[in-house]
């Protein structure tokens, strides 16, 4: 009785929430949406992307392997080995305090696994921030939005015209998150796992992502990206 009773109360503070982001009747679209998504293992994606331009200086740069492998120890930064094995074509650019990783954030211009099932392209003129994390000590103090001007200056070198997002469209601390680091939504994706599908709604994208299916196993930890992980903890 209990547990039902929370799992209701969950569910109504997720239709309030989404409600309050983006409003009545498009809240209550995705929701429908986001439930058939979770039937067959997928999930709800709000599209969110930046133009780049100049960005001041910020606290955050590119981390070292070696600073990578060492913060992957650490099991408060959510770094599973295995997905920093997955990364060897990945940026990850972070906030380091007394010589620690405080807060990251990983960026790749190359195909990117989504969310199970799905391999993601964006446009080859953007830069894909796929996971972010802060530490839960260090939160609430913009760490997230230095690595994000980091990325942006890196994207701006690269000669990039933009940084997109894929975020759960339910997700408010993850989307607030992005709106403040001046993200913009331009769209949605509709991802089913079984059947395999993948929808674009209402997407403004000059250049949309491409979608395809992906046969290889792998790990569920690979998974925790800037749509999952960030958006429960930052």
């Known amino acids: ?34 439930a058939l998504a979770r039937v067959s293992g997928g999930t709800l994606l709000a599209c969110l992307h930046k133009p780049v331009g100049p960005v001041e200086p910020c606290a955050a740069r590119l981390l070292t392997r070696q600073e990578i492998e060492t913060a992957s120890t650490d099991p408060e930064l959510d770094l599973p080995p295995e997905f920093v094995a997955s990364t060897q074509h990945s940026q990850c650019f972070g906030v380091l305090v007394d010589g620690q990783v405080r807060c ?3 960026t790749s211009s190359e195909p990117v696994r989504a969310v199970p099932g799905t391999i993601v392209r964006m446009s080859p003129d ?7 994390f802060t530490d839960p000590s260090f939160r ?25 997002a894929l975020v759960e469209a339910h997700n408010r601390s993850s989307l607030r998150a992005f709106r403040n ?9 509709f991802v089913l796992r079984r059947p395999w599908l993948v929808r674009r709604i209402g997407c ?16 569920a930890s690979l998974f925790r990206s800037a749509s999952d992980a960030l958006a429960r903890r930052t």
């Not at 913009?142 to 890196?154: D, N, T, V, Y």
């Open 1 to 34: 009785m209990l547990t039902g009773r929370r799992n209701v109360q969950r569910m109504l503070a997720l239709a309030a929430g989404m409600r309050q982001e983006h409003g009545l009747t498009r809240a209550f679209a995705l929701l429908l949406f986001r």
């Open 104 to 106: 990251y954030a990983w």
């Open 126 to 132: 953007a830069a894909y921030v796929f996971k972010a």
């Open 140 to 164: 609430r103090r913009g760490l997230l939005r230095e690595c994000l001007k980091a990325i942006e200056q890196s994207a701006v070198r690269d000669g990039r015209d933009e940084v997109t």
């Open 181 to 189: 680091a001046g993200f913009d939504r331009c769209g949605f994706v």
């Open 204 to 219: 403004r994208c000059a250049t949309p992502c491409t979608w395809s299916r992906d046969k290889k196993p792998a790990p």
